[in-house]
C-alpha cells in the first residue's frame, strides 16, 4: 500500500514539476530532467505523541526540507504544522484528505531562487496524538543539479553552486542548527 501511495505521489510530483516549469515559459521538462533517470524517495511517518510541556518541547525544530519536493499527508484531526514567513509563524490548517505540497532546497536551487523552500516546524500539544505522512522526492543522489540556465540572467545572477548529493551534506548542516541551502548559496 505504501508503495502504491508512493508511486502516486510520483505521479503527481512530476505534474507539478511540469506545470511549475510552464509557468515561468519554460520547456516543461526542465525541473524533471533535473531529477534524473532514478529520482529518489523518502517516506517518513512522524510520530507526535501527546506531550505534557509543549511550551517547552517542539515535535519537530525549524527546518526547511533537503528534498525537492515534499508531499505531506498530515493528520485529519490535530493540527501542528506552522510555517516561517517575514520572521512570524503562520499555522498551516488541516484539511482532510488534501495533500500539502511543500518545496524543497533542491527545487529552490534547480529554480535559481524563484520557488524558496520555507522554513516549517511541528508543534506539539498536551491532549492528542498527532501522525503525518512525508514523502520526501528528490533528485539522484548521483546526478549533479544547478539553476536552470533560462533562469539565470543579469537581472537574476546565479544564486547556488551546482551539487551532487545535497542530501548527505544537508544533515552535516542540519545537525549544527544551521541551514543547509546556505553552504551553496554564491
Ligand atoms: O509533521 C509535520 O507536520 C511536518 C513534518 C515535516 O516537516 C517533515 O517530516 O519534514
Ligand atoms: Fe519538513
Given at each position: 500500500m505504501l508503495y502504491d501511495y508512493t508511486a502516486k505521489v510520483r505521479e503527481i510530483e512530476e505534474q507539478l514539476l511540469k506545470a511549475m516549469a510552464r509557468s515561468l515559459s519554460l520547456p516543461e521538462d526542465s525541473f524533471v530532467i533535473q531529477f534524473g533517470e532514478r529520482p529518489s524517495t523518502y517516506v517518513?511517518?512522524?510520530?507526535?505523541?501527546?506531550?505534557?510541556?509543549?511550551d517547552l518541547v517542539i515535535g519537530l525544530k525549524p527546518h526547511a526540507d533537503g528534498s525537492g519536493m515534499t508531499i505531506l499527508l498530515q493528520d485529519e484531526q490535530v493540527e501542528g504544522l506552522q510555517l516561517l514567513k517575514d520572521d512570524q509563524w503562520f499555522r498551516v490548517p488541516i484539511m482532510p484528505y488534501a495533500l500539502m505540497v511543500n518545496i524543497g532546497d533542491q527545487l529552490e536551487i534547480i529554480s535559481n531562487g524563484i520557488f524558496r523552500s520555507p522554513v516549517h516546524r511541528a508543534l506539539t500539544n498536551s491532549t492528542r496524538e498527532r501522525n503525518t505522512l512525508a514523502v520526501f522526492c528528490a533528485p539522484d543522489p548521483?546526478?549533479?543539479?544547478?539553476?536552470?540556465?533560462e533562469l539565470i540572467d543579469e537581472k537574476r545572477p546565479r544564486a547556488f553552486k551546482n551539487i551532487k548529493n545535497y542530501v548527505e551534506s544537508y544533515f552535516h548542516y542540519y545537525q549544527q542548527g544551521r541551514r543547509p541551502i546556505d553552504a551553496v548559496r554564491l
Amino acid at each position: 500500500m505504501l508503495y502504491d501511495y508512493t508511486a502516486k505521489v510520483r505521479e503527481i510530483e512530476e505534474q507539478l514539476l511540469k506545470a511549475m516549469a510552464r509557468s515561468l515559459s519554460l520547456p516543461e521538462d526542465s525541473f524533471v530532467i533535473q531529477f534524473g533517470e532514478r529520482p529518489s524517495t523518502y517516506v517518513r511517518f512522524n510520530y507526535y505523541p501527546p506531550c505534557a510541556r509543549p511550551d517547552l518541547v517542539i515535535g519537530l525544530k525549524p527546518h526547511a526540507d533537503g528534498s525537492g519536493m515534499t508531499i505531506l499527508l498530515q493528520d485529519e484531526q490535530v493540527e501542528g504544522l506552522q510555517l516561517l514567513k517575514d520572521d512570524q509563524w503562520f499555522r498551516v490548517p488541516i484539511m482532510p484528505y488534501a495533500l500539502m505540497v511543500n518545496i524543497g532546497d533542491q527545487l529552490e536551487i534547480i529554480s535559481n531562487g524563484i520557488f524558496r523552500s520555507p522554513v516549517h516546524r511541528a508543534l506539539t500539544n498536551s491532549t492528542r496524538e498527532r501522525n503525518t505522512l512525508a514523502v520526501f522526492c528528490a533528485p539522484d543522489p548521483a546526478k549533479e543539479i544547478g539553476p536552470v540556465e533560462e533562469l539565470i540572467d543579469e537581472k537574476r545572477p546565479r544564486a547556488f553552486k551546482n551539487i551532487k548529493n545535497y542530501v548527505e551534506s544537508y544533515f552535516h548542516y542540519y545537525q549544527q542548527g544551521r541551514r543547509p541551502i546556505d553552504a551553496v548559496r554564491l
